[in-house]
């Protein structure tokens, strides 16, 4: 197929999952680059989830300093002060991944987001950016797109029980079995900024109540200049606020948007590990898809509550 | 979300988590995670290389190392303030009884075989505690709630029965490779290298009764001086080459199917091999070495190459032959594993030879070894979802919500837009033997099957008790145990050897039996009726129980317990059942806060799911 072959203790260590998406998946998976960024419960489930696949490389991008706070729901920092003082989360993540597998290379890189240029994204065959505001995706989004090869783009974000994930894969084309034959299928991808944009009105609606409300608390951040995830209970009143006004925007009721729905998304600032295990297992396995090109992937969100137990996938896109 | 209530539910809780195997990693990590401060985990298994890819708590360095007492002390690098014990130990040791079970408010189950899941399902219920149960399979999982007298127990329902296949499909007409791979493990395999006593279908059906059954039995015989490479040939040519030319001989049998081609060594392979690669002799691995590879020998390295008939005929003959050099002293006690390299090679290349006799497309190795071994497909990511989801159910369970309890299950491709897909669980099934003690009926000749024959496919293999004990009436026909006499022991033992009807209180049509266990403390009435003939196809155990869970036969990880000797049984790894199709539902009316939350939202939203279309989920079982 791709003319290597895997070595015995690739054969080996991977058996299990090679019986799953087999040995030219498995090729392609060693053979790619994913960057990290924002390694909270969610981001740190999802890295151990490809590291463990046996992805060719990891890079990680968090230079916050670890502090206590950072535990939370984060496994891969071990709550040694001596050890952590002074460095930052992707450094501390970093040499606890390249334990769970050797033949995967994690590294660090410095910065932030915003600050890497274009070029830098094209080391990168999938990029995905945990807990960032609404500008930051946009952004890293706009420059994964004017890259001449495709780089698969998704964000996470987990607030309380509550988790959404949205990917990218511009124009993908993929194999899929159908009644013992294999057909190519062929998905178009709206860019970050365009599914964020659709109108309101003409979305159906049975469609995932968390699409909306997380759009309001992406809207309240920015307004109010804060970071991804820097609300409280206290907000509430403004939240909802907002929420009215989007809604009169978007002429739909604001019973659009439940009130009890954005009070756990305000109140979420600590996530709640369960949730993180289940949307970084579902974040990674889109990955490892999109990257094997087996398998019909996700398009273009993804909703889990753990709430109504509700894992949904929901198609938000201007269709023409 | 993380409330206060639910906080001191966490904090206070004693949890006892069954297996540290790929949920079992996952579970105890995000348990951890979760402030859960009290946890007990029971594991058998040590630590091997294939599960390195997904039981992340595991380095290479664990390596057979106990699964419970590494995953323990990994957990505790991260949260080292909480308490953790881990028992080494398999689950049905009597130690765990259902006393064991009572100190703790939940049990979670991380397993990967049937018979287990079920007596911890008897325990639970023994000790009246609440059970979440899971299973994963490739991108499928489930998670399911049992609460003695609130949710269905674990055998409510049928588990999908282990495939068996026809006696005389395997030994005469096989249509499918997973034929040849049975072939070549339970008659060839176990013919050559297992014990000489076992009853064994090997040859040719008796249709033809040309040769004597004597004269076959003696080419599987090696005299002390016998060349092996010589005896190789032999068996070669007798399986693959006379037994299908006798086999051919009937017309009846090939009306209407394709006609096996009779293969021979000497088509097939040069004159002596021997002197071609000399590898046998030159070869420096030791007696007994478990690596002994024929693989290695003839230079084959890729495990993923789909070899011809004559590099699968090599393989053949130097497996066989390694085997007599290198590991004779085994000879006689061999059962197949899956982690027996050359017992592999063996499977590998008879399999392929049946194969290509019988126009039957051929296998890799690393295929094959995947059938003949169950190997159940695993991946992190959907053992990670599972885990997340026995947690959640875990706490509404502290928390006592019952009104809130889910069936989860986990889907390769969205279901009405789901890849998590909750359902409102089953009220407990009134027909069901372990949880309503629901009376069995057995059909039995109970003139010409003997005491040892019920206990041993009945009440073992079928009803999954470990240490049974069987009464009639008042007299006691039969029990284990460390604390009887040599006068019992004596009694019972003489009981094994008699027909039912010959018994001290004799077993006829309209007997009642009572089959107790006593550590899972399950008892359950078998009404005995008397039938004389039995279809030896579709029934080859000479009984029919109804009103059963199907027999436990494990997969992958552990040792087989079926001990099926007539039907032929080739396990699926069925830790992933179908999503139902009735609708018995725990309960008719919503939860309160749903109410609230429907009413202002005005929407159509069902927080419930009812499966319209029966969805199977055996799909699971694909071939590579």
Redesign the interface.
Known sequence: MDGE??T?QE?????????????GAQRRLSKSHVLVSGIK?TVA?FC??IV???VGSVTLLDDRLVTAEA???N?L???DENAYLGKTVAEICCDSLK????MVHVSVEKGDLSTHGIDFFKKFDVVVIGYSSRATKKAVNEKCRKLTKRVAFYTVDCR??CGEIFVDLQNYNYTKKKLDETVECELTYPSFEEAVSVPWKPIP??TA?LYFAMRVIELFEEAEGRKAGECSLSDLPKVSKLKKEICEGNSVSE?HI?D?LLE?LV??N?E???????I???L??EV?KAISGK??P?KNF?Y?D?????????DISNKP | ??TQEQQSAIKGAKVLMVGAGGIGC?LL??L???GFEDIHIIDMDTIE??N???Q?LF??SHVGQSKAKVARDAVL????HINISSYHANVKNPEFDADFFKQFDVVLNGLDNLDARRHVNRLCLAADIPLVESGTT??LGQVTVHVKGKTECYECQTKPAPKTYPVCTITSTPTKFVHCIVWAKELLFAKLFGDKNQDNDLNVRPNNAASSSKEREDVFERAEDEDIEQYGRKIYDHVFGSNIEAALANEETWKNRRRPRPIYSKDILPESLTQQNGITQNCSVTDGDSMVSAMSSLGL????ELWGLTQNSLLFIEALKLFFAKRKKEIGHLTFDKDDQLAVEFVTAAANIRAESFGIPLHSL?EAK?IAGN????????N??I???I??EA?KVLKKDANKY?M?Y?L???SR??????VEPFEPNPACYVCSKTPLVLEINTQKSKLRDLVDRIVKAKLGMNLPLIMHGASLLYEVGDDLDDIMVANYNANLEKYLSELPSPVVNGSILTVEDLQQELSCKINVKHREEFDEEKEPEEMVLSGWTQSPATNGDNASTSNNENAIDVTESSSVAEIPTKKRRLSEFQPENHKK?IE??????D?LMEIENPMVMSKKKKR?
Request: glycine share 10%; hydrophobic share 40%.
């Open positions: 072959e895997l015995a054969t080996a260590l991977y058996d299990r999952q090679i019986r799953v998406w087999g040995a419960g489930e151990k989830n463990l696949a046996g535990f939370n729901a496994f920092i071990l709550p334990e769970f597998n050797p309380g029980s609606r049975r109540k019973n439940p009890s756990r109140a979420g600590s709640f590990p369960p949730a993180c295990a289940i970084g297992g579902i990674g396995q490892i398998g019909e996700l993804f889990f753990a709430e109504d137990g509700k894992g949904v996938i929901e | 979300m993380a996952e990590k995000t951890a995670l979760s290389v294939s390195l890819n997904r992340f380095r290479r690098r991260f949260r080292p490739g991108f390295k890729n495990p993923q690393f995947g190997i159940v497909h695993a991946v992190a990511t959907t990670a979802i885990a997340g989801l947690v959640i706490i889910r989860t986990c390769e491709h969205p837009k789901m890849l998590l897909m909750p939350e202002k939202v005005e929407s159509e939203d927080d590579v």
